[in-house]
């Protein structure tokens, strides 16, 4: 399967506890975008990358939550110190440079943190 | 402030029925608007739109958009078992960001 991949699918956390989510892109994608979605929500988008440079980042929620992407390839999510509000599933998307109409997303990370 | 908004929340049917959902937005520099579906995990790809009075079909879906009275809807007619989901409308603009609408809920019964 060549599509974007997450892992881990879920996890379950205590409040307090710093937790950190990976998506794999498909491959030949530059950008790779990462959003949030709560129960009866729609995915709030939260950061963006073109290859290793976050071009986005003033939507992460609180600095708490940081992202990286150091090779151009995965990229990692971070949660510090997660709180219970933290709970939603967090989606990540890929798609080529000129193509950010066209995102294929991932089957995401479900966080509780209890 | 950019925002997407979807109605109805949700929609139970019958199977054979037509629906219709509807989006509006406001936002600066729009490029497209895009319906996904959504069943239990990723939201999937339906349509993109760009252009104001051209119908996207594919199947018993379909959808326009107005970028005069901004809004688009989504058609989908004959419902079956297998539509039930949650429909999501994005709308992307400058800067590379989609913007979603709270979805809505159908629900399809046999």
């Known amino acids: 399967d060549t599509g974007v991949s997450q892992n881990p699918r879920h996890k379950i956390t205590k409040r307090g506890q710093n937790v950190t989510f990976r998506c794999d892109p498909i491959?030949?994608?530059?950008?790779l975008y990462w959003y949030r979605q709560t129960l009866g929500q729609g995915p709030e988008f939260l950061t963006y990358?073109?290859?290793?440079?976050?071009?986005?980042k003033s939507r992460l929620l609180s600095d708490r939550f940081s992202a990286e992407r150091p090779k151009g390839s995965f990229s990692t999510l971070e949660i510090q110190r997660t709180e219970q509000g933290d709970s939603a599933m967090y989606l990540c998307?890929?798609?080529?440079?000129?193509?950010?109409?066209?995102?294929?997303f991932g089957p995401g990370t479900r966080l509780t943190v209890l | 402030e950019d925002k997407v908004v979807q109605s109805p929340l949700s929609l139970v049917v019958h199977e054979g029925d037509t629906v219709t959902l509807n989006c509006s937005y406001e936002?600066?520099?729009?490029?497209?608007l895009l319906w996904y579906k959504q069943e239990k995990k990723a939201p999937t790809f339906l349509f993109m739109l760009?252009?104001?009075?051209i119908e996207k079909k594919s199947g018993r879906l379909s959808s326009i958009l107005d970028k005069k009275e901004l809004f688009s809807i989504l058609n989908i007619t004959a419902t079956q078992t297998g539509d039930s989901a949650i429909y999501l409308c994005a709308v992307l603009y400058a800067g590379n960001m989609l913007t979603f609408g709270g979805g809505t809920r159908l629900m399809v019964k046999p």
């Open positions: 936002v600066t520099n729009f490029r497209s």
């Open positions: 491959s030949e994608h530059n950008r």
């Open positions: 998307a890929s798609s080529l440079w000129d193509s950010a109409d066209t995102q294929y």
């Open positions: 760009t252009s104001s009075g």
């Open positions: 990358f073109q290859n290793e440079a976050q071009l986005e």
